[in-house]
Nanobody, 116 residues
Framework: QVQLVESGGGLVQPGGSLRLSCAASGFIFSNSHMGWYRQAPGKQRELVASISIGRYANYADSVKGRFTISRDNAKNTLYLEMNSLKPEDTFVYYC??????????WGQGTQVIVSS
C-alpha cells in the first residue's frame, strides 16, 4: 500500500525557515521522480519543486533561491528546506511523484503558515 506522510510544517514568522519531510512507502522511491506541491483552499495544487532520479532539481520561479529539495533514497524520504519564508508561502504542502513517474495517492499534507 502506497503511503506518503508529510511532516515538518508549522507557524513561522516572515524570514524564517522550515524543513519539510515526506516519508514514502509502498513503491520503489529511488526509481521515482519526486516533487513538492502546495495548495491553498479552493485552489489548484501547484508543483513548486521537483527532483529527478538522478537528483536534478527544478524549482518554480516563486521559490527559486529560497527552497531546496533533496532526497535520501536509503531512508525513502524527500525533503524541502524552506528559507526566507514569505506570507505568500502559506499553503498545505504535499509530496508526490512527478512525470514521467506515476502519481500516487495523496497524503494528508503539512500546513505551513507564515505570519507575524
Amino acid at each position: 500500500q502506497v503511503q506518503l506522510v508529510e511532516s515538518g510544517g508549522g507557524l513561522v514568522q516572515p524570514g524564517g525557515s522550515l524543513r519539510l519531510s515526506c516519508a514514502a512507502s509502498g513503491f520503489i522511491f529511488s526509481n521515482s521522480h519526486m516533487g513538492w506541491y502546495r495548495q491553498a483552499p479552493g485552489k489548484q495544487r501547484e508543483l513548486v519543486a521537483s527532483i529527478s532520479i538522478g537528483r536534478y532539481a527544478n524549482y518554480a520561479d516563486s521559490v527559486k533561491g529560497r527552497f531546496t529539495i533533496s532526497r535520501d533514497n536509503a531512508k525513502n524520504t524527500l525533503y524541502l528546506e524552506m528559507n526566507s519564508l514569505k506570507p505568500e508561502d502559506t499553503f498545505v504542502y504535499y509530496c508526490n511523484a512527478v512525470a514521467p513517474s506515476t502519481l500516487r495517492s495523496w497524503g494528508q499534507g503539512t500546513q505551513v503558515i507564515v505570519s507575524s
